[in-house]
């Protein structure tokens, strides 16, 4: 019944289509004639200011003489470089994230009794309420495991005793309950989309005490709780990378949006976790490896960089791969000369490529960027600075170590989940104003048209 119905009502919008994309089509003229700036982005390239931060910074560019100029990227986490984070928690061996949540969330950096202290309670924070995997997640599985994430997060509401309270305390309070339930939601959302999708025998992992986040989503998600030190560490640095990108980026604006608005924690990160679901956003890192296995493909000699550059040219001019015009995991609207996301993880994804054997993929990947940018720059010129972005490299890295695609984008948002929690926090206490741009209505004024009347 519900398939017929579906297939009558689809047969009535078809009818009606071609009127509809009449009635919402605007020129790009008029864009331009009312002085939109469209995507919220200067002429230029930047991005229109919409507020100030404490949390993030992410630097492209430098302006001289009014106009940006290209620089190697660099991205801070509340004033401290995050590649000197990385570097400094690879020397010691240990974990980072947890840390790097602290100091989003409270702006500084732990001593080590506060750090233990947040690790004991972030801990006990990881247990869902009770029953919620069976009611929440087995009897209403997901093929997509981001739409799976964002009904759960939807779902706490009903389990907080305090869901609408925006005081300091209680949003702490739930950006903690959060960032400690994101990652168990999304392994126990996998497991049960394998189950009843993909045919394969259901098996649910708790998490354990005194692990960190990167060992716990390792033990939750295989199915002998097994993963290296080395596996868990370079999660751990994905993470970290992966926690925070300045108020601007979509998913962080749509965040600050909806807690401009009023409403509860669950409502806001759940709009978040959609947007970083999109193509354009979170999922572009799904994107890259559905490219890289269309140019596998195609390109008979992947070590022939000059039939690489010709099939890259292919998929810039919308005749190759999804049509689109994107050479996935090039380019970003902030970074310029160099994504400093990138950089750390082409690194480490070299040195993992040659320990697992996985080195005629990554030297693709160099090809692909170096080609890419050539394709790039010869239909841009000067126009845009070309560089590799986070998403060329972080699916590679997910693959070798045995995470599956399904799981990429959600563990973006396991990662970024800090971030939000932040701008959440910052625009509650600080903007206490509604984001209410404006938009210029274009259509012509008409009078009602009796029924009788109609054609």
Request: contains cysteine.
């Given at each position: 019944?519900?398939?017929?119905?579906?297939?009558?009502?689809?047969?009535?919008?078809?009818?009606?289509?071609?009127?509809?994309?009449?009635?919402?089509?605007?020129?790009?003229?008029?864009?331009?004639?009312?002085?939109?700036?469209?995507?919220?982005?200067?002429?230029?390239?930047?991005?229109?200011?919409?507020?100030?931060?404490?949390?993030?910074?992410?630097?492209?560019?430098?302006?001289?003489?009014?106009?940006?100029?290209?620089?190697?990227?660099?991205?801070?986490?509340?004033?401290?470089?995050?590649?000197?984070?990385?570097?400094?928690?690879?020397?010691?061996?240990?974990?980072?994230?947890?840390?790097?949540?602290?100091?989003?969330?409270?702006?500084?950096?732990?001593?080590?009794?506060?750090?233990?202290?947040?690790?004991?309670?972030?801990?006990?924070?990881?247990?869902?309420?009770?029953?919620?995997?069976?009611?929440?997640?087995?009897?209403?599985?997901?093929?997509n495991?981001?739409?799976?994430?964002?009904?759960?997060v939807?779902a706490?509401?009903?389990?907080?005793?305090?869901?609408?309270?925006?005081?300091?305390?209680?949003?702490i309070?739930?950006?903690?309950?959060?960032?400690?339930?994101?990652?168990?939601?999304?392994?126990?959302?996998?497991?049960?989309?394998r189950?009843?999708?993909?045919?394969?025998s259901?098996?649910?992992?708790?998490?354990k005490?005194?692990?960190?986040?990167?060992?716990?989503?390792?033990?939750?998600?295989?199915?002998?709780?097994?993963?290296?030190?080395?596996?868990?560490?370079?999660?751990?640095?994905?993470?970290?990378?992966?926690?925070?990108?300045?108020?601007?980026?979509?998913?962080?604006?749509?965040c600050?949006?909806?807690?401009?608005?009023?409403?509860?924690?669950?409502?806001?990160?759940?709009?978040?976790?959609?947007?970083?679901?999109?193509?354009?956003?979170?999922?572009?890192?799904?994107?890259?490896?559905?490219?890289?296995?269309?140019?596998?493909?195609?390109?008979?000699?992947?070590?022939?960089?000059?039939?690489?550059?010709?099939?890259?040219?292919?998929?810039?001019?919308?005749?190759?791969?999804?049509?689109?015009?994107?050479?996935?995991?090039?380019?970003?609207?902030?970074?310029?000369?160099?994504?400093?996301?990138?950089?750390?993880?082409?690194?480490?994804?070299?040195?993992?490529?040659?320990?697992?054997?996985?080195?005629?993929?990554?030297?693709?990947?160099?090809?692909?960027?170096?080609?890419?940018?050539?394709?790039?720059?010869?239909?841009l010129?000067?126009?845009?600075?070309?560089?590799?972005?986070?998403?060329?490299?972080?699916?590679?890295?997910?693959?070798?170590?045995?995470?599956?695609?399904?799981?990429?984008?959600?563990?973006?948002?396991?990662?970024?989940?800090?971030?939000?929690?932040?701008?959440?926090?910052?625009?509650?206490?600080?903007?206490?104003?509604?984001?209410?741009?404006?938009?210029?209505?274009?259509?012509?004024?008409?009078?009602?048209?009796?029924?009788?009347?109609?054609?």
């Open positions: 019944m519900q398939q017929k119905s579906d297939e009558v009502l689809l047969g009535y919008v078809k009818g009606l289509c071609e009127n509809i994309r009449r009635q919402y089509t605007v020129s790009p003229e008029q864009f331009d004639l009312e002085s939109v700036k469209r995507g919220l982005r200067n002429a230029d390239g930047t991005g229109v200011l919409a507020g100030v931060t404490r949390i993030g910074s992410v630097r492209g560019y430098q302006m001289v003489d009014g106009a940006p100029e290209p620089t190697q990227g660099r991205l801070f986490y509340r004033g401290i470089d995050v590649m000197d984070i990385v570097q400094a928690h690879q020397k010691t061996g240990d974990f980072g994230f947890e840390e790097v949540a602290y100091l989003l969330l409270f702006g500084q950096l732990p001593a080590l009794v506060q750090l233990e202290r947040y690790n004991a309670i972030l801990s006990a924070a990881r247990k869902l309420p009770e029953h919620f995997t069976e009611d929440m997640i087995i009897k209403a599985p997901s093929p495991i981001m739409n799976k994430l964002s009904r759960a939807l706490l509401y009903s389990y907080d005793v305090n869901p609408d309270d925006i005081s300091t305390e209680n949003l309070r739930q950006s903690i309950e959060l960032i400690g339930r994101l990652p168990v939601i999304v392994a126990h959302a996998y497991s049960v989309k189950h009843y999708y993909d045919g394969e259901l098996f649910i992992h708790v998490p005490e005194n692990l960190s986040m990167a060992e716990n989503f390792l033990h939750m998600l295989r199915k002998d709780n097994q993963f290296t030190p080395e596996e868990a560490r370079l999660l751990d640095m994905m993470l970290i990378i992966h926690a925070e990108h300045g108020g601007g980026n979509n998913s962080a604006f749509a600050r949006v909806l807690s401009s608005s009023g409403t509860d924690t669950y409502g806001a990160i759940a709009g978040a976790i959609s947007s970083l679901k999109g193509p354009l956003h979170g999922g572009a890192n799904t994107k890259v490896m559905a490219m890289f296995e269309d140019i596998r493909a195609n390109v008979k000699d992947p070590a022939d960089e000059e039939e690489v550059y010709r099939y890259v040219c292919k998929i810039r001019d919308r005749e190759a791969h999804d049509r689109s015009g994107k050479i996935y995991g090039l380019g970003h609207a902030v970074y310029t000369l160099s994504d400093p996301r990138a950089v750390l993880l082409k690194r480490y994804a070299m040195q993992m490529a040659e320990e697992k054997g996985f080195m005629a993929e990554f030297r693709l990947m160099e090809a692909v960027e170096r080609q890419g940018i050539r394709a790039l720059n010869e239909k010129g000067k126009r845009k600075s070309i560089s590799a972005n986070v998403d060329m490299y972080s699916g590679l890295v997910y693959k070798m170590l045995g995470i599956p695609e399904e799981l990429y984008t959600p563990l973006f948002a396991i990662a970024r989940i800090a971030g939000w929690c932040a701008h959440r926090i910052e625009e509650v206490l600080v903007a206490d104003r509604i984001i209410r741009p404006a938009y210029r209505a274009v259509m012509e004024n008409a009078e009602y048209v009796p029924m009788e009347a109609r054609g």
